[in-house]
Nanobody, 114 residues
């Protein structure tokens, strides 16, 4: 089982990034997926979630209207489109299947700074 996050980087406030999470080793299309983030010195927090077929999504209040979670079950990949980024979005971003509680991947660093 493997989760590989990518797409992070350094971006100015107001900019955009698209994160990807490639999953393998389990039946991806059967499970809801979530994106989490962990800022330096803080607890990991849930950012967004999507159901197995992609029909329903949820977001933490601070990212609503700015972030969009989506998935492509044919590619075993979940995405996080992040727009209007703010410095407080700076964190390492991870994906996981909450029901399965898989080992965490390496994450992808997102830094929002001018």
């Amino acid at each position: 089982v493997q989760l590989v996050e990518s797409g992070g980087g350094l971006v100015q406030p107001g900019g955009s990034l698209r994160l990807s999470c490639a999953a393998s080793g389990f039946t991806f299309s059967s499970y809801g997926m979530s994106w989490y983030r962990q800022a330096l010195g803080k607890e990991r927090e849930l950012v967004a979630a999507i159901t197995s077929a992609g029909g329903s999504t949820n977001y933490r209040d601070s990212v609503k209207g700015r972030f969009t979670i989506s998935r492509d079950n044919a590619k075993n990949t979940v995405y996080l489109q992040m727009n209007s980024l703010k410095p407080e979005d700076t964190a390492v971003y991870y994906c996981n299947a909450p029901v399965l509680g898989l080992n965490w991947g390496q994450g992808t660093q997102v830094t929002v700074s001018s």
